[in-house]
């Protein structure tokens, strides 16, 4: 009995691994405005959440060249103690992330 709980600590780790992204990006919805990008979730034990990032002309905005894209314009603090780490947010893995980013440069010149 003792060993089976250890083993299905263990698949469902493995699960959450493999399937915990695709899940999580199915569950996430971006919108861009003229001044602030969102970034919604609907998960099924935290819930709904909603948070709101500016977009000025000192964003810093980066663009991960990948298949498919990802665009970051903010970064959070994460852990505790010496345990900190610097987690870049923005809209991941999205398909018409070059349409996105040059929408996201635009607003920024217009912010100025």
Excluded: N, W
């Excluded at 964003?59 to 298949?67: G, L």
């Excluded at 999205?94 to 040059?102: E, K, M, P, Q, Y």
């Amino acid at each position: 009995m003792f060993g089976l709980l250890h083993f299905g600590v263990g698949i469902g780790l493995l699960c959450a691994a493999i399937f915990g992204p695709s899940f999580l990006h199915k569950r996430t919805f971006y919108t861009l405005t003229q001044r602030r990008a969102f970034i919604a979730k609907a998960l099924p034990i935290k819930g709904r959440s909603l948070k709101s990032y500016p977009i000025t002309a000192s964003s810093e905005i980066t663009f991960k060249d990948a298949d498919p894209p990802s665009i970051h314009f903010a970064s959070e603090q994460r852990g505790s103690g010496g345990d900190r780490h610097t987690i870049q947010i923005g809209f991941e893995r999205i398909a018409d992330g070059r349409d996105v980013l040059r929408l996201i440069r635009r607003i920024q010149r217009d912010a100025t």
